[in-house]
């Protein structure tokens, strides 16, 4: 067997699986560090050296956007963080994991009702729902939950806004808690040009 022809077939993809999961898990405890600069830089280059390396559209890649683009909500870098997480969203769309996608349309969720824009946070999250592939509204659920992907029926939504959903009443307080309170508006005050809001009808 001649095995020159098998040694390093691919240095590209090798250099993508090494460097780049060792970029993405600096990132990861520079954020677990609160150094958010650092962090970023880390998960750009990450995301840099594993499309390079995989080409478009690998689910590798969507990881670090992901994980970038929550990491901008927290920096409220919030246009910055639309655009990685939909870059994660169309790479999770095409091959997923369907959960995975969940998870970013639930970010795209977060993000959009720190915009205050309640509707399109609800739209996002429905979109999951034909394919039975929602996430529940709390970010901590699947640590907590066993089950991590609903379909609509499974969840219930916020009684005031209607715009978030959530698989039991402890994940629906601790996210009230923890982060929906700030941005929660009753449904009839969500109408995208209700700039006066309307009575006694
Ligand atoms: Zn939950
Ligand atoms: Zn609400």
Redesign the pocket.
């Known amino acids: 067997m001649n095995t020159d022809f098998i040694v390093n077939p691919d240095a590209g993809f090798a250099n993508a699986t090494m460097t780049g999961s060792s970029l993405h898990n600096q990132g990861y405890a520079f954020e677990a560090h609160g150094d958010f600069a650092k962090a970023e830089a880390a998960y750009l280059r990450a995301i840099d050296v594993k499309e390079r390396g995989f080409g478009p559209g690998n689910t590798s890649t969507a990881v670090s956007q992901n994980a970038l683009g929550e990491l901008y909500i927290k920096m409220d870098k919030l246009s910055e963080a639309e655009e990685m997480l939909l870059r994660a969203l169309k790479i999770r769309n095409e091959i997923g994991p369907q959960f995975d996608a969940a998870v970013t349309r639930e970010n795209l969720g977060h993000l959009y009702e720190k915009q205050g824009d309640?509707l399109k946070a609800k739209d996002i999250r429905l979109q999951g729902a034909s394919k039975g592939a929602m996430a529940c509204g709390n970010f901590y659920c699947p640590k907590q939950c066993p089950k991590q992907i609903f379909k609509r029926t499974d969840l219930q939504n916020?009684g005031?806004?209607?715009?978030?959903f959530y698989c039991c009443k402890p994940c629906q307080a601790a996210d009230w808690k923890a982060r929906?309170k700030k941005?929660?508006?009753p449904k009839d005050e969500l109408k995208k040009d209700a700039t006066v809001p309307e009575k006694g009808k």
Do not use: E, M, Q, S
């Open positions: 309640l916020c005031r806004c209607r715009a978030v929906h941005f929660c508006k």
